[in-house]
């Protein structure tokens, strides 16, 4: 079996990223070395807010860390099964947008059945 093909290279155990560009896959490849301790980080600050959760920038207000690091965290943990989306959304402070708010599992809102 091909190195390419353990569990460990494969997304989200390994940074992705999108088309053929080189500047991405090279960016999945410097953060390689960095990839589970960022995750932690992010899953253990999503998993300290409870239910009221968090937002992508939130995190980086939280951690002081760059949103380029973090972000896309969520999205690795999100494949992984760790967080999920609340359903809610709050307004980033920078671009006045709003963002999915990131609850850790054990936090996932009840799903609906549909009109009552």
Known sequence: ??????????YPHSAGFKGSAE????AAEA?????????????DAVQARGSRGLTPEEACDVLG???VSL???FSELKAKGLVVDSGKRRLNRSSSKHA??????EYAPAPHDGPA
């Open 1 to 10: 079996m091909s190195d390419s093909s353990a569990p460990s290279l494969i």
């Open 71 to 73: 972000q896309p965290r």
């Open 23 to 26: 500047t991405g896959r090279q």
């Open 100 to 105: 999915v708010v990131w609850v850790a599992k």
């Open 65 to 67: 860390m760059e949103r």
């Open 31 to 43: 953060i390689a070395p960095q990839l589970g301790r960022l995750q932690r980080l992010v899953q």
